[in-house]
C-alpha cells in the first residue's frame, strides 16, 4: 500500500534544512516513504522528488527520468530510488537548462548544472551503487541532491531574468516541437 504524499511548497522551512542520514534503511517507515515517493512522483508524471519535499527530512530521493517534449532522447529509467546520496565527481561543463520544481509552482528557471557526474548511493536494499550520469539525468540528480542540503533551484540562479512563468516556459516548448 501507498499513500499519495503532500508535496511542501517554497516558504516550508522544512525545503530549507539539511536532511539527515538514513541510518537504518530496512525500517518499515523508511520503506514505506520509499513506496510513497515513488506512488508521488509517478502521480505527477515527475522526473524525480525528494523527501524533504513532502516533509520528511532524510537523505531519500527518486530519479524518474523518462522522454519528455523538452528531451524526447531522455532516458527512460525505472524510477529509482537512491538513499543518502552522494556527487563524488563531476567534469567541468556546466550547461544552463530549464528547471522546475514540484516545491515552486509556477516557474521555471534557466539553472547551471555539471553535464556529467559521478555518484554514489545506496539503494533501498541496502546495497552500496555507483554510477555515473550525463545530461538530463545529472541534472535531475544535482537539482535532488540539492533538495537534500536545503538548496532550491532559485538559489543558482545567475540571474533573476532567466526565471520565466510555467504558462511561458509551456509556449515556448510546444513552439519548439
Ligand atoms: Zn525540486
Same mark, same amino acid.
Given at each position: 500500500m501507498s499513500t499519495l504524499l503532500q508535496v511542501a511548497q517554497l516558504g516550508q522551512p522544512i525545503l530549507r534544512q539539511k536532511a539527515q542520514r538514513v541510518e537504518n534503511i530496512k525500517a518499515t517507515n523508511i520503506q514505506q516513504m520509499i513506496d510513497d515517493l515513488l506512488a508521488t512522483v509517478m502521480d505527477v508524471n515527475g522526473v524525480g522528488i525528494a523527501a524533504p519535499q513532502v516533509y520528511q527530512s532524510y537523505r531519500i530521493f527518486i530519479?524518474?527520468?523518462?522522454p519528455n517534449p523538452r528531451y524526447p532522447q531522455a532516458p527512460d529509467m525505472e524510477p529509482t530510488p537512491?538513499?543518502?546520496? !552522494?556527487?563524488?565527481?563531476?567534469? #567541468?561543463?556546466? #550547461?544552463k537548462d530549464w528547471e522546475g520544481c514540484l516545491s515552486i509552482p509556477g516557474i521555471r528557471g534557466l539553472i547551471p548544472r555539471f553535464t556529467e557526474i559521478k555518484v554514489? /548511493? =545506496?539503494?533501498?536494499?541496502? #546495497? !552500496?551503487? =555507483?554510477?555515473? /550520469? =550525463?545530461d538530463f539525468v545529472a541534472r535531475i540528480f544535482q537539482h535532488e541532491n540539492d533538495h537534500l542540503n536545503g538548496v532550491l533551484f532559485l538559489d543558482r540562479l545567475e540571474t533573476t531574468k532567466d526565471l520565466i512563468s510555467d504558462k511561458e516556459y509551456q509556449k515556448?516548448?510546444?513552439k519548439k516541437k
Open positions: 530519479v524518474a527520468s523518462h537512491m538513499i543518502n546520496p !552522494k556527487l563524488v565527481s563531476h567534469n #567541468k561543463v556546466i #550547461k554514489e /548511493y =545506496t539503494d533501498r536494499n541496502g #546495497k !552500496k551503487q =555507483t554510477a555515473s /550520469y =550525463t515556448m516548448m510546444s
